[in-house]
């Protein structure tokens, strides 16, 4: 039988398609600056350190649903940093980074065949799930709007890329939406401690769901404001019935954090004081790098929250502006990446050390518009 790799289904590796664009960038005199992935650069702190090295000489296999202490660090901290509330331990995963979960959420739902509704500018793993599930993708940031027929909605406050912020009233629309259609909301909540301008609410928050987080879960990641990207560690929660079935799937599958891993995660979740500090690194970075590319002539929308600003420049669309970028020795993200309405801007991250930011200050205030 003719076999049909899945690879064929999903569209390019983003990435893969401005090597050349990379490669331009690099050969400014003065080396690349790399803003165009939003992985962090800080070190970790060193209690996360030592509680994942203290862990590292445990045996045996790990517990698929976290460990006790880890699952009610998960509800604790979600209750003390966002305001969430009505979880309990049956009521939180730890999964392996939150990029592994958005792309197998679909497939682990049982969603193949249906339709998934993702934002218009939508982190690509959206689209590259629900392609994965064998599902129809429908971009929509309408609740009105949405086919009344999905069976699923990815929802990303604050968005990757833009920065937008849902606000409350906009958050209830999207429950309703499920309360009327029995549709899966998941809000991808990875940038929720990273608001500027506006102030971000999960999707659990009982302003939004007054107390019923049925067929809603909230996705939560530990890369950005702990630097824990190179451990992937994540968290879902919500709806007690999705959550354990999602267990139940990833114990037969073998979808489990590493023990050392979960250990981190605890001091991770149980320690504030790192994830303020290193929010205050990161909003010195953004302005300092905002006023630069507004006197550089750019304008920058939305950015309200998280480690990206949207930046457009009249005349270019999102491939221009990335060469324009890249002409000055600047990678960034290029618009269209995440859907065509993003196909006029180019995102640009406030993950890179401070050296760099300033080097790219510099470059970007001997520019001439």
Known sequence: MARTPLGSQLPDFPWDTIADVRKHAASHEDGLIDLSVGGPVDPVAPSIQLALSE???T?????????PELRETIVASHARRFGIAGLTERSVLPVIGLKEAVAWLPTLLGLRGEKVVIPEVAYPTYEVGALMAGCEVIRCDDPAAAPRDA???FINSPSNPTGAVLGVEQMRAWVEFSRETGAIIASDECYLYLGWSAEPVSILHPSVTDGDNTGLLALHSLSKTSNLASYRAGTISGDEALVQELLLIRKHSGLI???PIQ????AALGDDLHEQMQRSTYAARRLVLMKALQNAGLTIDDSDAGLYLWVHHDGMDSRELLNWFADHGILGAPGDFYGPAGAQHVRISLTAPDERIEAAVARLGNTVD
């Not at 045996?59 to 460990?67: D, E, K, L, R, S």
């Not at 250990?263 to 605890?266: E, G, I, K, L």
């Open 59 to 67: 045996p045996g296999y790990p517990q698929t649903a976290g460990t």
């Open 257 to 259: 954090v590493p023990g």
């Open 55 to 57: 862990a590292a000489a």
């Open 263 to 266: 250990a981190a995660m605890v």
């Open 151 to 153: 069976a699923f909605v």
